[in-house]
């Protein structure tokens, strides 16, 4: 026996453990919302730790400088993670580099 219904503050009538199409609406806009917000835990490791060890690794003296002689400002790859992606918090595959060279890799495997 299904209970009373109820008017919905959108006015319409509602049966009992229904819920109003504006409730639907109103609960897929939150949800997509929070979404929206909410960064995937495997971005939010990424930076955090990431930034942390990235930055430990150009303040070691050895890793002042880019290959091409700029002051070091990035941690780049030796072996893509995109072709090694387990490699990525790995040290040893670790190189201190600047912004330009940076790009220039990046831009020389996206043509690969
Ligand atoms: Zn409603
Ligand atoms: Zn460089």
């Not at 109103?26 to 949800?31: F, G, I, N, P």
């Not at 495997?42 to 070691?60: C, D, N």
């Not at 002689?69 to 072996?79: C, D, E, K, Q, R």
């Amino acid at each position: 026996m299904p209970g009373p219904s109820r008017i919905c503050r959108c006015q319409k009538i509602i049966a009992a453990g229904e819920r109003c199409p504006c409730q639907i609406r109103d609960a897929r806009e939150r949800k997509a919302r929070h979404d929206a917000r909410r960064p995937s835990a495997r971005q939010r490791g990424y930076t955090a730790e990431w930034q942390h060890a990235a930055r430990a690794f150009l303040a070691e003296p050895q890793n002042s400088h880019c290959a091409c002689g700029a002051p070091a400002t990035v941690v780049m790859h030796v072996i893509s993670i995109r072709k090694r992606p387990d490699l990525r918090m790995m040290r040893s595959n670790w190189r201190a580099g600047c912004q330009r060279c940076n790009a220039l890799d990046a831009a020389k495997e996206r043509q690969q």
